[in-house]
C-alpha cells in the first residue's frame, strides 16, 4: 500500500499506535522507505479472520500463510512532488482540494454543510 509522504507525516503516526497491538510484528524499511506488519492468523479474532479468507482466497491460504502482512511504502520516495503538483503533472481530472484546516477541532467534529470561510485565508 503507498501513502504519500508516509515517512515525513503519517508513518511515525501509524507506527506510534500500531506498536501497542500485541502479537503485532512491525518491520522497518531502511532510509525511511516504509514498513511492513505481520499479524499471526492464531491470534485473530472471528470477524478479522473472515475480512482477510475474503481478500486472500479462502480459509487454506489462510492456515497455509499462518500470518497476514501489508506493507506500507512511501510514494513520495519515488514521485517527490506534492499531491496538488503530481495531480497537474499527470493531468489528472480532479484535482487536490485545500484542506480546511480551520475545521480541525474538537469543536467542530459534528459540523455538516459547506465548509465556511477561513477567516485566515488569503484568497
Known amino acids: 500500500m503507498y501513502c504519500h509522504n ?5 508513518g511515525p503516526i501509524l507506527i506510534d499506535i500500531l506498536k501497542d497491538i500485541p502479537h503485532l510484528n512491525i518491520k522497518l524499511y ?5 514498513f511492513d506488519i505481520s499479524y499471526p492468523t492464531d491470534k485473530m479474532d472471528d470477524a478479522w479472520k473472515e475480512l482477510c479468507v475474503a481478500s486472500h482466497g479462502g480459509t487454506s491460504k489462510l ?5 497476514v502482512k501489508l506493507s506500507f511504502k512511501d510514494s513520495y520516495r519515488v514521485l517527490p512532488l506534492s499531491l496538488r503538483k503530481l495531480a ?7 484535482q487536490k482540494s485545500t484542506f480546511p484546516h480551520h475545521l480541525a ?3 467542530m467534529l459534528d ?10 485565508d488569503k484568497n
Open 6 to 10: 508516509l515517512s515525513g507525516f503519517d
Open 30 to 34: 531502511e532510509r525511511k522507505l516504509g
Open 63 to 67: 492456515n497455509k500463510y499462518k500470518k
Open 88 to 94: 497537474k503533472a499527470f493531468d489528472v481530472s480532479v
Open 105 to 107: 477541532s474538537y469543536d
Open 111 to 120: 459540523y455538516c454543510g459547506v465548509s465556511p470561510t477561513d477567516p485566515n
